[in-house]
């Protein structure tokens, strides 16, 4: 029954612990400013009459039912305003469009990692074992493919 009461050995690099010590740290940090931040909010209401109590709970709700009546009424209006949640105008697609002043070609040595690229893609795919790695390896990294077609496609336009 020894074998019940072994410690297990952790495998934690250096690295890792001292994330571990760094998160503990920050969290040790975030509770005592959460228990700080309860505690005067915990004196700033005991220092209220009960009349006041419910005089800020009235303005506070009726600040929440404001905020909300604006949110559904400029969402019924069509009106894109400052609380808009529509696309982002970051995500759009870039449309490349082909410069003639600027022709500048592709270097040989990133056209030769890509071109080696796509033939050690081809010929992994010839057998089963090579389909595996093939398609574990364009799981794993979904946006490889499009990342080399994007690069093509940005020495080809500039």
Do not use: H
């Amino acid at each position: 029954m020894g074998w019940f009461n072994k410690r297990k050995v952790s495998r934690n690099s250096g690295r890792e612990i001292a994330r571990d010590r760094i998160a503990k740290g920050l969290a040790g940090i975030l509770n005592k400013m959460q228990n700080g931040w309860a505690a005067w909010m915990t004196r700033q209401t005991n220092r209220l009459s009960p009349r006041g109590k419910g005089i800020a709970f009235f303005l506070y709700g009726v600040m929440m039912a404001c905020a909300c009546t604006y949110i559904i009424i400029s969402s019924l209006s069509g009106k894109t305003g400052g609380l808009s949640t529509g696309p982002d105008d970051r995500n759009q697609k870039v449309i490349l469009q082909q410069s003639e002043a600027v022709d500048r070609k592709m270097p040989a040595g990133i056209r030769g990692r890509i071109a080696s690229f796509r033939s050690l893609l081809d010929s992994l795919g010839q057998t089963e074992q090579g389909r595996r790695q093939r398609d574990s390896l364009l799981q794993s990294r979904p946006g490889l493919m499009d990342s080399i077609t994007r690069v093509e496609q940005l020495y080809r336009y500039q």
